[in-house]
Nanobody, 121 residues
Framework: QVQLVESGGGLVQPGGSLRLSCTAS????????MGWYRQAPGKERDLVAV???????NYADSVKGRFTISRDNAKNTVYLQMNSLKSEDTAIYYC???????????????WGQGTQVTVSS
């Protein structure tokens, strides 16, 4: 019942910036957290950043100091500001939501379709 719509991906030169956004819609009863994962070719899907319902933040070591996650609770939207991008940041970025939908007692993870970020000169 949850749909995650991502935007903001694209091609950027090393050192550049991108801002990703993800808006959740559907019969959401409660959100535990929202965040971003990424998957580069030949690699596993890894955590990039997560923000929980209390505003607590968790970043991958590889992006600390360069990426910032934020949210707009009223819009059920999470953002990822990516600065000082490196070629190794190239990946498909997936928005994720952990929460409870209406009519359920259980938390589930929901995923967006992903948006491509390519960092190349």
């Amino acid at each position: 019942q949850v749909q995650l719509v991502e935007s903001g991906g694209g091609l950027v030169q090393p050192g550049g910036s991108l801002r990703l956004s993800c808006t959740a819609s559907g019969s959401i009863f409660r959100i535990e957290n929202m965040g971003w994962y990424r998957q580069a070719p030949g690699k596993e899907r890894d955590l990039v950043a997560v923000i929980d319902s209390d505003g607590n933040l968790n970043y991958a070591d590889s992006v600390k100091g360069r990426f910032t996650i934020s949210r707009d609770n009223a819009k059920n939207t999470v953002y990822l500001q990516m600065n000082s991008l490196k070629s190794e940041d190239t990946a498909i970025y997936y928005c994720t939501l952990r929460g409870v939908v209406d009519g359920s007692w259980w938390e589930y993870d929901y995923w967006g379709q992903g948006t491509q970020v390519t960092v190349s000169s």
